[in-house]
């Protein structure tokens, strides 16, 4: 019995500690701001290669079904977007909506995606704010920087 007791709370103890390591990995997550050249906030982001001949990532429906709104991006001023999804200089956007994908009974394969690309140049800018030092003011301050034209300045571009 207490072989067993050891083996619960081993389990419970490892399952605890792997949730705050990826609570810790999404605490320190890169703030990535953005615009595009349309409105793709509700389409599917697909990241390609460098060279842009290959998928190298994107979601699979089930990932969209949990998380719903949790892809669409945060809306900042002037247009500009923060990611929630890791929007990188090689991201591209399905011409299916997030609900459209959502609704796929499988997931598509590398070729599929690549005949649902909308386009394959929608960044007009992209910029690494960092790691959020105030979690709960990330939209605020990225804001300001925004409205008083430090975006360039105090993030790095990409």
Do not use: W
């Amino acid at each position: 019995m207490t072989r067993y007791l050891f083996l619960l709370v081993s389990i419970f103890f490892n399952c605890s500690i792997a949730g705050a390591q990826v609570n810790a990995m999404r605490a320190r997550a890169h703030l990535i701001v953005y615009k595009t050249r349309k409105d793709y906030n509700n389409k599917v982001p697909v990241v390609l290669s460098a060279d842009g001949k290959k998928i190298v990532s994107y979601p699979d429906p089930a990932d969209i079904r949990a998380r719903g709104d949790g892809f669409l991006p945060i809306r900042l001023h002037k247009n500009y977007l923060l990611s929630r999804y890791g929007v990188d200089k090689n991201t591209v956007f399905l011409k299916l909506t997030l609900s459209e994908y959502a609704a796929l009974k499988t997931t598509p394969t590398p070729e599929d995606i690549d005949k649902m690309i909308l386009t394959r140049n929608p960044l007009t800018e992209l910029y690494d704010c960092g790691i959020a030092t105030h979690p709960g003011a990330v939209e605020k301050d990225l804001n300001q920087l925004i409205d008083h034209r430090l975006l360039r300045k105090k993030c790095k571009g990409i």
